[in-house]
């Protein structure tokens, strides 16, 4: 009888394994430089398992998060996406994205770097797996600081430092700046970022409340402000609208001394100033001492959206491309995985340090009760920094109306 | 689906009496409607299906995947009292309205009326102008935004040469008092290319007018007021309606543009309206803000069908 039961469930599981299943990814990498290497994981994947195969739809970058969202809405969406890193939870509270921690993801927690692992964690259980993060320093012309007289191998550590620096290597023509040392809203780096950077949070632990207008927030954006103040906002705006981009680059072309940006932009000066002479180090803290969200960073998921018709498989290729694919995907992209031992196969200089400034980079989330408060956000910034507005003024605004969105979200 | 007509008898016979089936004028409405059922099965589905359902949403909290419990006015109530976010995306729509669509009208006409003269190389000019028509996208928003660089851009290079003052110069989409302006001559550039309906109208105004009112001793000018605005009055009043719907429903320029900003002085309604659907998934509340926007824009229609009985000379009617 065992002996039975035994040869039937081989059968079916025979049976079951013939038949193959074809999974949907979907990817915002349709260019050039991304296509290839994407095109090489599926392949990687579907030679080794001939019984899952799956098929890569290319979805651009600004459509695929309503896409995706429609699809789930129509029941029928695909089985694995590639989505914006802060939003998981989100996607996690509204029932979009699948809950992993049922088909097994706990197991791989230790795979990955904590704060990555955290971003897709809602209410203990994981909705996404980390595929590439980043994490932003602070880049310098050792040049230019040669040439006002600064120590090249001396970059600034402190709030302080990078202020004083900054007046050393402002220049001026006439009346207008043809260079500004530094300016903390240029580059890739924002308040909320600027705000954890000096320790505080514009959010309560948990997500669920604005904190706005705490001293920590009201201090930056002062500092924010008065750096304006002093090179002239209008200066600092219309010296921003003459940055161009590729070899027009600011920092490439010596309009700024030093700039805050991701990770990779050590392949964008590669790519189009191979002799710029520079540094690449860690933010500058107030108090020149690194904590947890000294850097920040963003990045995408891979998530199961809700209703593929696969979900195990899928998860299954998840956890591999999460994993394995995201080791090619650092080789030959240089993006930072969220898997440690993928972070680990590329050894450039760039590469270690952005793999040493992980423990100091705070990945955040957006609320799920006010996913869009970046926007209410950003304007109390403008209004400050360009308008003359009071800082906590500003600040209190927009906590007003986020927490209005917050109330009627609940 | 042939209904249940009878073939028509022969002619020779006394017809007789039908208490079923159709006559000629019910054959023609049923062929009509089968003609357009293409077109009513696709609205059905695909727009009044959509609306009411979105007319339902606005009565409940929506958010496309986890809840859609009724609640009531509460959307409409909170739009109406408490969202100062709603009250600045209307006034900022009204305000592009206000100025691109009778600026846009006065463009398109102008150019009708250049292109209407009998000058050497009119075919030439009428193809050039018509290309914002065919030349659309992000490609010519990057253009634009080029245009309007503050630093780089051609007009603020163009104001410097002429002597404004660098510190004087806008800094259009980095000025909340200059993004909506700048927005609006933007859209001068996409009416100009509209100049086609004015100028089909223009041809259709028959001659011996002008010849009449020359003999009168009207001046040009004169002569544009009193003859040819009122008898292209019908375009211009379909013109306007149009271009009412259409600046009120303005967004995705500024979506690319300037993301609403600098300070919400951007923030149209359409893109308020995205903002909240797709970000916040707030389904419900911009359900309620779109028929709150259809409703304005009914009202405005109706405003402007009531007064077009003053100005809008239709050709054979007798008043």
Redesign the interface.
């Not at chain 1, 509270?93 to 979009?96: M, V, Y």
């Not at chain 2, 993301?259 to 919400?264: A, E, Q, Y």
């Not at chain 2, 797709?278 to 707030?282: G, I, K, P, V, W």
């Given at each position: 009888m065992k002996k039975t039961l035994f040869l039937l469930t081989v059968a079916l599981l025979g049976q079951a394994g013939a038949q193959a299943v074809t999974l949907d990814l979907w990817a915002h990498w349709g260019s050039e430089q991304r296509r290839p290497t994407i095109n090489r994981i599926i392949e990687t994947w579907n030679k080794k398992n001939p019984n899952i195969q799956v098929k890569y739809t290319f979805v651009p970058f600004d459509q695929l998060?309503?896409k995706t969202?429609a699809a789930?809405?129509a029941k029928s969406p695909p089985d694995v996406v590639v989505i914006d890193i802060r939003t998981t939870p989100?996607r996690a509270?509204?029932?979009?994205a699948s809950n992993l921690s049922r088909l097994g993801a706990e197991s791989l927690r230790a795979q990955f770097y904590p704060n990555l692992w955290a971003t897709a964690t809602y209410k203990g259980d994981q909705y996404g797996l980390p595929f590439v993060t980043d994490t932003r320093f602070l880049y310098y012309n050792k040049d230019l600081f040669r040439e006002v007289g600064l120590n090249p191998n001396k970059p600034p550590k402190t709030w302080e430092e990078l202020d004083a620096y900054a007046r050393k290597l402002d220049r001026k023509t006439g009346?207008?700046y043809s260079r500004i040392g530094f300016h903390p809203l240029y580059g890739n780096f924002g308040l909320e970022s600027w705000v954890a950077n000096a320790g505080g949070s514009i959010w309560n632990e948990d997500l669920t409340a604005p904190r706005f207008t705490n001293p920590t927030a009201v201090r930056t954006l002062g500092w924010l402000k008065d750096w304006t103040d002093r090179l002239g906002a209008?200066n600092v705006?219309?010296?921003?609208?003459?940055f161009g981009s590729g070899a027009q680059d600011p920092f490439i072309t010596g309009k700024l001394g030093m700039i805050a940006d991701i990770g990779g932009y050590a392949a964008t000066l590669k790519r189009y100033a191979p002799n710029l002479n520079y540094g690449m180090v860690r933010m500058p803290t107030p108090t020149g001492q690194p904590g947890p969200g000294t850097s920040s960073g963003g990045g995408f998921n891979l998530e199961v959206p809700?209703g593929s018709k696969h979900p195990k498989e899928a998860y299954a290729f998840a956890r591999w491309m999460a994993t394995e694919g995201a080791r090619i995907w650092a080789v030959e992209q240089n993006d930072f995985p969220g898997a440690k031992n993928a972070s680990l196969s590329v050894t450039t200089p760039a590469f270690r340090l952005m793999s040493a400034n992980m423990k100091y980079t705070l990945v955040s989330s957006a609320p799920p009760l006010?996913?869009?408060y970046a926007?209410l956000l950003?304007?109390s910034v403008?209004?400050a920094v360009?308008?003359g507005q009071d800082a906590r003024q500003a600040l209190e605004e927009a906590q007003t109306?986020v927490q209005?969105?917050i109330d009627?979200?609940k | 689906m042939r209904g249940t007509a009878t073939s028509s008898p022969p002619l020779s016979r006394p017809a007789l009496p039908r208490r079923r089936g159709l006559n000629g004028r019910q054959r023609e409405a049923l062929w009509g409607y089968l003609f357009i059922a293409p077109w009513l099965l696709g609205f059905l589905c695909f727009v009044l299906g959509p609306m009411l359902f979105s007319l339902y949403a606005s009565f409940t909290n929506y958010?496309?995947?986890?809840r859609f419990d009724w609640v009531g006015v509460q959307n409409y109530v909170?739009l109406l009292t408490?969202?100062?976010?709603f009250w600045r995306a209307l006034g900022n729509t009204a305000y592009y309205a206000a100025f691109a669509v009778p600026l846009g009208i006065a463009t398109g006409l102008l150019i009708a009326v250049l292109l209407n003269q009998e000058v050497r190389g009119q075919r030439f000019f009428r193809t050039i102008f018509f290309l914002p028509k065919v030349l659309t996208g992000v490609a010519v928003l990057l253009l634009w935004l080029w245009v309007f660089?503050?630093?780089?851009?051609l007009i603020n290079t163009g104001l410097y040469r002429l002597g404004v003052d660098?510190?004087n110069l806008p800094?259009w989409f980095?000025?909340?008092a200059w993004s909506k302006p700048a927005l609006i001559i933007m859209s001068m550039w996409t009416a100009a290319g509209s100049f086609m309906f004015y100028l089909a109208a223009l041809r259709g105004v028959p001659r011996d007018l002008y010849e009449s009112a020359q003999i009168d001793g009207a001046s040009p000018v004169r002569q544009f007021w009193a003859v040819t605005v009122p008898l292209i009055s019908p375009v211009i009043f379909f013109k306007i309606i149009t271009g009412i719907a259409g600046a009120m429903q303005f967004w995705s320029e500024s979506l690319i543009l300037t993301?609403?900003?600098?300070?919400?002085s951007t923030l149209f309604y359409g893109l308020y309206i995205w903002?909240?659907a797709?970000?916040?998934?707030?389904m419900g509340?911009a359900s309620a803000m779109a028929w709150i926007l259809l409703l304005i824009t009914l009202l405005i229609t109706g405003v402007q069908l009531w007064l077009s009985k003053r100005w809008v000379h239709y050709e054979g009617e007798v008043r």
């Open positions: 998060p309503t969202l789930v809405a989100l509270a509204k029932n979009q009346p207008v209008r705006q219309a010296f921003r609208s003459s809700v006010a996913p869009g926007s950003e304007k403008e209004d360009y308008r109306q209005r969105v009627s979200n | 958010d496309i995947t986890s909170r408490e969202d100062t976010r660089n503050p630093q780089v851009g660098e510190n800094l980095g000025d909340p993301k609403g900003g600098p300070s919400d903002q909240t797709f970000t916040d998934l707030r509340y």
